[in-house]
């Protein structure tokens, strides 16, 4: 299954491993478990440290296996083969087992060793979900670190009658103990705070008693990282609030338009960032949601969803985006039970089933040319009169025979029988007149909304909800300036992004200079 460059560089790493690895396999006679039983044996043929044991059935989930060190409490189990996005979890599970230290920050480590309880978790991936590995590889550590805590990874593809019986319609999805603990993308910090529930309360206290800042930025994305970076380089002191470190890129599967790099992925990039701006001498606050902006004439005050607040001499705004809701009745109620927003991660679990796609841009016919090669059907509602998609994909779209295109089509209700999504109604905005479509899954394409609901009030506000700015990023408030996808800015693209992140710090320095000449002249002249 592995090629000879990945076993060259998988072997490299393996020789970080410093105590035995134990695989345990329950196989069976499947075509699956054939797999599995290929890629154990090729892994274990790689290091002298790892010893493979294969058993036939005797776990609730075959094919899987688990990962164990001797004379370690350790509880980690891959129920399904972890090829594509979650190679890298496993990689990173056997140097973990085998006693390779993580990178996690050591703060984290042992608020994860402290945990106290019993703690089951169980998470459904997908081999195409972009989101899922990090919610994997951040339990998988929990596992390691704590005897407390156990983590089963399953391919919800491969044990579809599991998913079917708890209708898991959305990945990543976990359980913990039994129970639907969480759904959608998740870093190790986010969910030990969940567990942790003083966590909060100490962190929102050492974030009040920290120093103000030269410049502040609020927001985690590309306009926030090349902000976050241009400001530190001019030696000035910077800080960074984000909701979470990476923001819309996080979500984005294919990106081949970042000049210089011909293809990468959207996490993989959102690493990329987030480790250029740890290069710099920048105190960065993940997991942290800005909550009002109050302005003052020596210091922006920023306060943040925990009570904690931020000052700061200039503050830039790069709050992002977020996917656009249809807002019609049943589709909060539905959502993660039918209603979806990622092809990618969540269409491997709707096999065989119909859907629906709303939207008729670049990423609504994208998603409808993606889920046509897995599903039974599916149905795209567009909006307009006709299609906005580029034409290479609408002839794509056309040519394919599970797939019908209804335009004029306004999407008015959800339906569902209370546990999941049974179909939806949209009206025709030529005959005016109602259908109703039967299907299983409702994926949701329609564009991005700024996240600028906090704002309004303070901040000039476009009436499409984004920040006004100027050619040089400044706001209607003096000291806070402001860019990327929030912004009046057009075309929300992650290259144009870094650049208006970088010109809003530029700008801001700019300020900071001018506005503290006057106050050193003064002293000057006093002494």
């Not at 044996?41 to 002298?48: C, F, G, K, N, V």
């Not at 999941?420 to 409702?442: M, P």
């Not at 970088?502 to 106050?519: E, G, N, V």
Request: aromatic share 6%; net charge negative.
């Amino acid at each position: 299954m592995l090629d000879a460059n990945l076993k060259t560089q998988l072997k490299a790493y393996l020789e970080k491993v410093v105590r035995p690895i134990h695989i345990v396999a329950n196989l069976d006679a499947s075509p699956k478990s054939g797999e599995m039983q290929e890629l154990l044996r090729e892994l274990a043929q790689l290091s002298d440290k790892i010893a493979l044991e294969e058993q036939q059935g005797g776990n609730e989930r075959t094919p899987s296996f688990a990962l164990t060190s001797p004379g370690q409490d350790i509880h980690l189990r891959f129920a399904g083969i972890p090829m594509g996005h979650e190679f890298t979890s496993l990689v990173l599970a056997l140097l973990q087992v085998g006693g390779h230290p993580s990178k996690a920050a050591q703060d984290v480590i042992e608020q994860i060793k402290g945990l106290d309880g019993d703690y089951r978790f169980e998470t459904y991936f997908s081999l195409s979900c972009q989101n899922c590995p990090d919610v994997v590889q951040a339990l998988n550590l929990m596992s390691v670190l704590n005897p407390n805590v156990r983590h089963v990874a399953i391919d919800g593809a491969l044990f579809q009658p599991e998913v079917d019986a708890r209708q898991v319609m959305s990945v990543p999805t976990v359980y913990l103990n039994g129970e639907v603990f969480g759904a959608g993308r998740m870093g190790v910090e986010e969910i030990v705070a969940k567990l942790d529930t003083n966590s909060a309360a100490r962190e929102a206290a050492k974030i009040q008693a920290k120093a103000p800042y030269d410049v502040l930025v609020v927001g985690g994305g590309p306009a926030g990282a090349a902000a976050a970076i241009y400001a530190a380089r001019k030696g000035i002191r910077t800080g960074v609030a984000a909701e979470r470190f990476g923001g819309q890129v996080l979500d984005t599967m294919a990106i081949e338009n970042f000049i210089s790099v011909q293809e990468t992925e959207g996490p993989k990039l959102a690493a990329a960032l987030e480790q250029h701006v740890r290069s710099y001498d920048v105190d960065i606050m993940n997991l942290q949601r800005a909550e009002k902006l109050i302005p003052g004439q020596q210091h922006v005050e920023v306060q943040l969803a925990n009570g904690a607040s931020l000052k700061a001499r200039t503050v830039i705004l790069s709050t992002g985006a977020r996917w656009r809701q249809m807002n019609v009745p049943g589709e909060n109620e539905y959502r993660n039970k039918g209603v979806a927003y990622c092809p990618h991660c969540d269409g491997p679990l709707f096999k065989g089933k119909r859907v629906a796609v709303i939207g008729g841009g670049n990423s609504g016919v994208e998603a409808a040319i993606d889920l046509a090669g897995i599903v039974s059907h599916v149905t795209l509602l567009e909006f307009d009169s006709q299609l906005r998609a580029d034409a290479v994909l609408q002839r794509k779209l056309h040519s394919l025979p599970n797939v019908r295109v209804i335009t004029s089509a306004q999407t008015t209700e959800v339906l569902g029988d209370g546990q999941k999504v049974t179909g939806l109604v949209y009206k025709d905005r030529v005959g005016h007149d109602d259908h109703r479509l039967e299907l299983e899954g409702i994926f949701v394409q329609i564009g991005l909304l700024p996240n600028t609901e906090w704002l309004k009030g303070t901040v000039a506000l476009s009436p499409r909800g984004e920040i006004e700015v100027d050619a040089h990023g400044r706001t209607s408030v003096p000291a806070v300036f402001a860019a990327g996808d929030a912004t009046t800015v057009p075309y929300k693209q992650i290259v144009i992004a870094m650049g208006e992140g970088s010109k809003a710090a530029l700008s801001a320095f700019d300020h900071l200079i001018r506005s503290s000449a006057p106050a050193e002249a003064d002293a000057a002249v006093a002494a």
